[in-house]
């Protein structure tokens, strides 16, 4: 089997010639490869030759078009504040109040800000591994974006003071979400990954996932399955326990697990849905790779039998992880 062959089976709860391993390196491929962060998050092919260079190196089963969560905020009117060696940051809000929610168009992702560059880092990495290496794009989650067009705490005091308006905001980031996934679709992603890390139990309650965020999501990967995706794959960082029990109703085919979630709850909130994850990101910097391959040990004991597992990072591997760490992650599915 191929990478995009195993990850399909396993997605399917078919039989795998191995457990998919999936190394969350997004900006670490930079590093890896030698080239300053600020550069690889503004320079499609920069993007491609770092994330195939690190496929070379560890042997994982996918690549990522993928930049950093403020792509779609930026593109929207946030001005950032960049960096050479450090994720970018936002230094205003595209928002400052509600009566600019009026004024706000949905970028086109072939014209705006940086999100060319992550469409043409896509293109070239289809180019590169074809249909043998899983080619995963990356759109924010609606209520993150909201998040990242206002600011955290004005977009929260919104939804309490002016619901009508919040909802409207939400639904204006639904678009953004949806435009930008089915753009790096139709530029040869395989999948699109949803990161939505306002979204977690850690930043609001439950019952806000449920009522404002669920439908939404419901929506974006209901928009990418008609666009071709191969299956829909949702990354909430955090606590969220008690929001997984909703995965089945998104539509969810791949729930990305943060390691405070056990593999006891994964088989029993969802028994029938793929799951990767879980191991610490900050491990992958502070463990040994003895440490980390007897954590990949117990996740396989404990999940690959259930079927539906992939071995990956709980978030994102950080920048600065010690390669050998990850080399150890991926070494424990051969």
């Known amino acids: 089997m191929n990478s995009l062959e195993r990850v399909a089976a396993t997605v ?75 994720y970018f940051s936002i230094d205003s809000y595209a928002v400052s109040d509600k009566i600019d929610i009026d004024k706000l168009e949905v970028p086109n992702p072939e014209k ?42 004005k977009a929260l005091y919104l939804a309490m003071d002016y619901p009508d308006v919040f909802v409207k905001l939400l639904d204006f980031s639904t678009e953004v979400c949806m435009t ?19 979204a977690s139990s850690s930043v609001v309650p439950p ?21 071709g995706s191969t299956a829909s794959w949702l990354h909430v960082a955090g606590q969220i326990k008690k929001i997984l029990p909703y995965y089945p109703e998104i539509g969810v085919d791949i729930a990305n697990i943060d390691y405070y979630v056990s593999p006891e709850d994964v088989k029993k909130i969802l028994p029938n849905m793929c799951v990767n994850g879980n191991i ?20 396989l004991g404990n999940l690959e039998d259930r079927g539906g597992f992939i071995l990956s990072s709980g978030c994102e591997i950080m920048p600065n992880a010690h390669v050998e760490n990850i080399e150890a992650m991926v070494a424990a599915v051969r």
């Open 12 to 86: 399917n709860f078919k039989t795998p010639d191995r457990t998919p391993v999936i190394a969350q390196v997004f900006g670490h491929a930079a590093v890896l490869a030698g080239v300053p962060l600020g550069e690889y998050l503004c320079d499609g092919k920069k993007i491609a030759e770092c994330q195939i260079n690190a496929l070379e190196h560890y042997g994982n089963d996918a690549v990522f078009a993928l930049m950093d969560v403020n792509v779609e905020t930026e593109a929207v009117g946030s001005r950032l504040k960049y960096s050479e060696n450090e």
């Open 112 to 153: 705006a800000g940086r999100m060319p560059e992550l469409l043409k880092a896509a293109r070239l990495l289809r180019r590169e591994v074809g249909d043998d290496v899983v080619v995963v794009g990356n759109a924010i989650g609606p209520l993150t974006i909201t998040t990242q067009l206002l600011g955290m705490e």
């Open 180 to 198: 930008l996934g089915n753009a790096l679709i139709q530029s040869g992603a395989h999948l699109v990954i949803v990161f939505d890390p306002s």
């Open 207 to 227: 019952g806000f996932f449920r009522e404002l965020e669920l439908p939404r999501l419901k929506k974006v990967f209901a928009s990418f399955k008609q666009a």
């Open 280 to 299: 610490k990101s900050l491990s992958f910097t502070d463990a040994t790779p003895e440490g980390i391959a007897s954590e990949s040990a117990n996740l």
